[in-house]
């Protein structure tokens, strides 16, 4: 049964890879188009901003967007009654949050600029809403509207940020911020009124107390992920200066590809994986991660090859020092992507709490690490933070993960795929100056790239 429906899931993957590609392509675009629109400072409060967005965004809405992939197994036949509910209580929760946060603000500190609180705390219930739709077009395998919503939020609030800050011209901070926040707003509006329009929202106890059960821990693991992805970025202005956060943001840009396009796969690829989970098709889940990690290493080595001439397509000469550490935010990136397997396994098993125990220690190892590494290294000593966070917490999670079923992951493919990442980022080090080098490493990538497709192609259990 699981089989008849790999083709399908496999044309998900490849709307959702396009998708983000798009997306990020407009992503990065617009990065080029800001980084010389925009003063670096004004660049690098704008990138601390949206660090504390994403931070805002782990419990603004309680979470919940995370638990309608579970309950689309266990509440199947009552799902967008659940969908609708488990919405209004995101929307409650974030009255609620939101109010306090103010609250507390205008009383203990009278310098916060508490119109930008409200932005911030207004976008990160915006991602939340558009997140639980993509997640539940995910489940459903409606993949060309998911690969909409993956696209268009991005078009708009570009647009929008691009015209704000030509009007601004004074304050181009308040130009991008507003652009982002409205531009996602839009989309988060329709996405509430479709819901509601097909089911009332309804205070159901069994769905909130389900919902809670897992999207509360959960929240502990969502902030001590952002904390970790994020931190560098607060300390970095906050230690060394806004100038030095502009040039590290973009070159993160870079690593949020690769991040971007793993996200974008795992629509398709989590529903597939917990639906051949549930059947026990082990052996076909190990065959299909495995030629997901081998692409993902040639795309990886592609990203990374590529990276300085992308950098000085996006930015102009004064963030070209950025590729000096470029490889070690690509190599943090890749080890994301692949602890990832672990991490889908352990929501698969509903114990967020491992997850959120393992990233929680590292995120205050990270925080430790930058007020150590910063004041010497500057960015470049956030990139190492970083790295040396990233690799302690795979450990984490694969040890957490293989004591309930070690064959579930191919952990061969894995152990090869971060060895020889690290090796080529150790050489690209000295090879970053050396185009001709690096585009015979792209036209070798291509190379097995393809002969990657053709073995997937002919392989009789993938067909």
């Known amino acids: 049964m699981a089989r008849e429906n790999d083709g399908k899931y496999l044309i998900a993957s490849i709307y959702y890879l396009v998708g983000n590609i798009i997306g990020q392509g407009i992503v990065l675009l617009s990065s080029s188009i800001f980084t010389r629109m925009m003063s670096k400072e004004a660049y690098g409060l704008v990138s601390t901003y949206s660090a504390w967005v994403l931070v805002l965004n782990t419990f603004i809405g309680l979470n919940l967007f995370i638990t309608v992939r579970n309950a689309y197994i266990d509440y199947r036949e009552e799902y967008h009654k659940f969908v609708s509910s488990v919405l209004l209580l995101s929307l409650i929760a974030f009255l609620i949050f939101t109010g306090l946060i103010v609250s507390i603000l205008a009383l203990w500190n009278r310098k916060t600029d508490l119109f930008v609180v409200f932005l911030a705390a207004l976008q990160a219930i915006s991602v939340h809403t558009i997140n639980m739709q993509m997640a539940v077009y995910s489940m459903e395998n409606r993949y060309k509207s998911r690969t909409m919503l993956m696209i268009f939020p991005n078009v ?232 040396i966070s990233y690799i302690i917490l795979f450990m984490l999670h694969y040890r957490a993960a293989i004591q309930y079923k070690k064959s579930v992951f191919c952990r061969r493919e894995m152990m090869i795929g971060i060895l020889g990442m690290a090796l080529y980022c150790g050489i690209f080090y000295f090879i970053r100056n050396n185009w001709v080098i690096r585009y015979g490493v792209v036209i070798l990538i291509i190379v097995f790239l393809g002969i990657e497709f053709m073995h997937y192609r002919k392989s009789k259990n993938l067909k």
């Open 156 to 387: 708009v609030h570009t647009i929008l940020s691009v015209i704000l800050i030509a009007v601004y011209t004074s304050n181009q901070y308040y130009g991008k911020i507003l652009g982002n926040v409205f531009g996602l707003v839009i989309f988060a509006i329709v996405i509430i009124i479709y819901n509601f329009k097909n089911e009332k929202p309804v205070i159901n106890k069994e769905y909130w107390r389900y919902a809670t059960q897992i999207a509360v821990p959960g929240i502990m693991l969502t902030l001590s992920d952002l904390i970790l992805m994020q931190s560098d970025r607060i300390m970095l202005t906050d230690m060394v200066g806004a100038d030095e956060t502009a040039v590290y943001s973009l070159v993160y840009n870079i690593g949020s590809i690769l991040i971007a396009l793993y996200t974008a796969i795992n629509g398709a690829w989590t529903p597939w994986f917990y639906k051949n989970l549930a059947i026990g098709e082990i052996s076909l889940t190990r065959k299909v991660e495995a030629v997901y990690i081998k692409v993902f290493v040639l795309i990886t080595m592609g990203l990374l090859t590529v990276s300085p001439e992308v950098i000085k397509i996006l930015s102009p000469e004064t963030y070209w020092r950025g590729v000096d550490y470029v490889n070690l935010i690509v190599f943090a990136s890749f080890l994301i992507f692949v602890y990832a397997f672990f991490t889908a396994y352990l929501m698969y098993l509903k114990k967020p709490g491992v997850i959120a125990k393992n990233t929680a220690m590292v995120a205050v190892l990270n925080i430790i690490l930058n007020y150590m590494l910063i004041p010497r290294y500057r960015a470049v000593g956030a990139a190492m933070a970083t790295i």
